[in-house]
T-cell receptor, first 114, second 111 residues
Framework: DAGVTQSPTHLIKTRGQQVTLRCSPK?????VSWYQQALGQGPQFIFQ?????ERQRGNFPDRFSGHQFPNYSSELNVNALLLGDSALYLC???WGTGGGEKLFFGSGTQLSVL | GESVGLHLPTLSVQEGDNSIINCAYS??????FIWYKQESGKGPQFIID?????DKRQGQRVTVLLNKTVKHLSLQIAATQPGDSAVYFC??????????FGTGTSLTVIP
C-alpha cells in the first residue's frame, strides 16, 4: 500500500519564477491538503482539494494555486516566487472533508528560492 | 511544552526513561487531535490520535492524554529509544476545518 508520494524532493528556483509541485495521495484517500513548513516551525495550511475543487484555504496569497485531478492526485503551483517562499512543502491526504479523519503526510518537497 | 510561538521547545531524556511531551491547543471546539513525529528531512509521521470523547488512548509504547478543561494534550513515550529522537507536533482539528499545528518539541534521546 503506497503512502503519500511527492515530487520532486528538492527544487531550486530564482525569484520571480514559477514552480509546480506534485502529490499522489495514499491509496483509498480522496482529499489532498497542502502545507508549508518553514524551518523550525509547524506546518501551515495552504489549501485543501476534494472532488477536484478547492474546499478550504488558509492565509496564503493568490500566488498559491492548486489543482486536483480525477485520480485524486494534486498539484501546487506558486507564481512570482519570493525568497520567503523557501520552505518544505508537504502534501497530506485523507478521506472526506468533514474533519476528524486521519491525515497522512508525504516526505515533502524542499523548495529553495534564490 | 509545545505551543504556538517562535522557539522550539527541547526535551532531553536518557535512553530507557519515559518521555512526556506537552501541547497546549487553542480552540475549545477542537474535537480531534493527532500527534506526529518528524525526523530531519522527512514529512510528519502519524503516531497516535484521540477524539474529544476520550481522555486517554494507548498505542505501542505511546499514550496520549487529553484534558479538555485546560485544553492540554500530552504524549507519553515509554522506554524511550534513540530512534525516538525527532520533533513532535500535536495537531488539532475542529469540525469541518483543517488541522492546526503547534511549533513542535524537539526530543533528544541520550544513549
Amino acid at each position: 500500500d503506497a503512502g503519500v508520494t511527492q515530487s520532486p524532493t528538492h527544487l531550486i528556483k530564482t525569484r520571480g519564477q514559477q514552480v509546480t509541485l506534485r502529490c499522489s495521495p495514499k491509496s483509498g484517500h480522496d482529499t489532498v491538503s497542502w502545507y508549508q513548513q518553514a524551518l523550525g516551525q509547524g506546518p501551515q495550511f495552504i489549501f485543501q482539494y476534494y472532488e477536484e475543487e478547492e474546499r478550504q484555504r488558509g492565509n496564503f496569497p493568490d500566488r498559491f494555486s492548486g489543482h486536483q485531478f480525477p485520480n485524486y492526485s494534486s498539484e501546487l503551483n506558486v507564481n512570482a516566487l519570493l525568497l520567503g517562499d523557501s520552505a518544505l512543502y508537504l502534501c497530506a491526504s485523507s478521506w472526506g472533508t468533514g474533519g476528524g479523519e486521519k491525515l497522512f503526510f508525504g516526505s515533502g518537497t524542499q523548495l529553495s528560492v534564490l | 511544552g509545545e505551543s504556538v510561538g517562535l522557539h522550539l521547545p527541547t526535551l532531553s531524556v536518557q535512553e530507557g526513561d519515559n518521555s512526556i511531551i506537552n501541547c497546549a491547543y487553542s480552540n475549545s471546539a477542537s474535537d480531534y487531535f493527532i500527534w506526529y513525529k518528524q525526523e530531519s528531512g522527512k514529512g510528519p509521521q502519524f503516531i497516535i490520535d484521540i477524539r474529544s470523547n476520550m481522555d486517554k488512548r494507548q498505542g505501542q509504547r505511546v499514550t496520549v492524554l487529553l484534558n479538555k478543561t485546560v485544553k492540554h494534550l500530552s504524549l507519553q513515550i515509554a522506554a524511550t529509544q534513540p530512534g525516538d529522537s525527532a520533533v513532535y507536533f500535536c495537531a488539532e482539528n475542529y469540525p469541518g476545518n483543517q488541522f492546526y499545528f503547534g511549533t513542535g518539541t524537539s526530543l533528544t534521546v541520550i544513549p
